[in-house]
Nanobody, 123 residues
Framework: VQLQASGGGLVQAGGSLRLSCAASGRTFSSYAMGWFRQAPGKEREFVAYISRRGVNIYCADSVKGRFTISRDNAKNTVYLQMNSLKPEDTAVYYC?????????????????WGQGTQVTVSS
């Protein structure tokens, strides 16, 4: 499975970005997807999860109400819509996939990873 994340960039606080993660190599609808982020000097942090068919979604408390995860299985793509961005959202954002469909906030549970896309929020 290959995952390619895109959509990062520089945005002012209060702005929005939409990240995309395109998958190839296996049937996209066979695995659950997640987004994680990692800021300099910090551990990788769970951001959001979506089940195989998009029925179950979950966002971390730190982004709840501001970020939305979604997927389009016909396009083999998962999205992270980020609104009301804050400087503390600055990080490299990674998409990840796993075969098990259960919710997991632990990055070790994920089997495949994209290369990351930088999001920088200026104050």
């Amino acid at each position: 499975v290959q995952l390619q994340a895109s959509g990062g960039g520089l945005v002012q606080a209060g702005g929005s970005l939409r990240l995309s993660c395109a998958a190839s190599g296996r049937t996209f609808s066979s695995y659950a997807m997640g987004w994680f982020r990692q800021a300099p000097g910090k551990e990788r942090e769970f951001v959001a999860y979506i089940s195989r068919r998009g029925v179950n979604i979950y966002c971390a408390d730190s982004v709840k109400g501001r970020f939305t995860i979604s997927r389009d299985n016909a396009k083999n793509t998962v999205y992270l819509q980020m609104n009301s961005l804050k400087p503390e959202d600055t990080a490299v954002y990674y998409c990840a996939g796993k075969f098990a469909n259960n919710l997991s906030r632990d990055y070790v549970s994920y089997d495949w990873w994209g290369q990351g896309t930088q999001v920088t929020v200026s104050s």
